[in-house]
């Protein structure tokens, strides 16, 4: 499912990072990388704020949508 469904405090994995090339080269420079865990932390207003490696990340929810977990 995508990142984007996922429940507040839910700790899931990546699956796969979906998008073009330069889409999934931002993703995982954020650390959305294929196996890392991440935690929904909230959701406001069509962003996805998401704890990855130790480090609070706020994303739109079309880019949420590209992170299957």
Do not use: Y
Request: aromatic fraction near 2%; avoid cysteine; glycine fraction near 10%.
């Amino acid at each position: 499912m995508p990142l984007s469904m996922a429940n507040s405090g839910e700790e899931m994995t990546v699956k796969r990072v979906g998008g073009n090339e330069s889409t999934r080269q931002f993703l995982e420079n954020l650390g959305f990388i294929n196996g890392s865990n991440v935690t929904v932390i909230s959701k406001n207003g069509g962003n996805v704020i998401v704890n990855v490696k130790q480090s609070r990340v706020a994303i739109s929810s079309e880019m949420a949508n590209k992170i299957m977990v």
